[in-house]
């Protein structure tokens, strides 16, 4: 048992059931002074020292001092001034329900030991001392105080266990579930990356096999550069997965790829221009060095905004416009409307864009996306820089 404070787990007000039990107390305890042989003072004076001796029952859970003292007090007043307890059960029984209180319900062990002690002194100053009770009586009485005094210890010890336990499993769920949170959110991150990468190489790779298709019989060495482009943006894609896969599995060896770079956007672009997109790059207002999180969200907006015009608006001029200001980095991708009459070959599940989006909100940005007036289409993410 240790001598600090002890936690109550239980409830500490007063129950229902404790008040009825000290009021049936305080009308057995009356009624059996009123017909003692040995009946002294008023009665109704016998009548509040039992009551008092009933405090333990009724708030005892929740002041355990003060009621066992009540209690103690009451007993040894009633015994030495009023009816004496020699004959009588309810003294008796209120100093075991204190004893027991005092080690259930006292918040440290030396208040509980304390207390046990007022049980016995007013044992041996009353009954013993004044009204001359055999030894062995007090003995006897001490014994069972002190008995009931580790009962109620050994309670106290076992709630506390099992609050500890409690509180144990609770943080042990809280962090297991902050722990899920976080596997969840790297891996709609991770779904993000997969789809920008693999949506935007797939893309390419499909309008390429189309025009090779087309043109294979009317110009081979075109088809055969198509293909080539089919085989290069294929093998760019395969080295990404790669290496998301190599941070899914969690390898202890080698290192996986960095995230993209506002340095890849003339290679992510001439990749574009490859497969047939007439994108044009403008960083001539790109006048300082960005933040890892916002160069991978300027990165996968400008992919983004070359796969949505690859897929539906083919053949059509892009440009791309990258701007910072002393409080924001805009970076914008606009389409001119597919040229004559050309239709989609692709049609995508919109999951780009909202990934997109949620990238650009986390970092405090917006992000707007929609038709132009002349039938184009523009995407534009608005990023606040992070403070120098």
Known sequence: MSNGPSQRPQSQGTTWWGGLLAVAFVAVATAES??????????WLNGLCAAAMAVPLATGRRYPTAAVAAAAAAATVQTIWLTPSTDLAMPFLAMLIAAYTAGRYAPHRRVALILLGLCLAEEWTGPIAVNRDPVWDGLFVSLALWAVWL??????????????????????????TQIR???????????????DTVAHAVTLMVLQATGSRLIARKDPAAAAAAMASIEKAGRQAMDDLRAMLHVLRQEPDGRPAPPPTL???????????????????????????????????????????????ARHAPGAPVGITLRTTPRQLTVTVT?????????????????????LRERVTALGGVLTAGPQPDGGYALAATLPRSPA
Do not use: I
């Not at 389409?335 to 990934?355: C, E, F, I, K, Y």
């Open 181 to 195: 949170r976080a596997v969840t959110a790297e891996r709609h991150a991770v779904a993000r990356d997969l789809h």
């Open 151 to 176: 009962l109620g210890r050994s309670f106290l010890t076992r709630a506390n266990l099992a609050q500890a336990e409690r509180a144990r499993l609770e943080a042990e769920w809280e962090r297991a």
């Open 263 to 309: 340095e890849q956007l003339n290679a992510l672009v001439e990749t574009a221009r490859s497969s047939g997109v007439d994108a044009v790059l403008d960083t001539s207002a790109l006048t300082a060095e960005l933040p890892r999180p916002l160069a991978v969200t300027a990165y996968r907006t400008v992919q983004e905004g070359l796969t949505n015009a």
């Open 34 to 43: 009123a017909s003692s042989a040995d009946l002294a003072g008023p009665q």
């Open 335 to 355: 389409n001119a409307p597919a040229p004559g009459d050309r239709s989609s070959p692709t049609t995508g599940s919109g999951t780009g864009l909202a990934g």
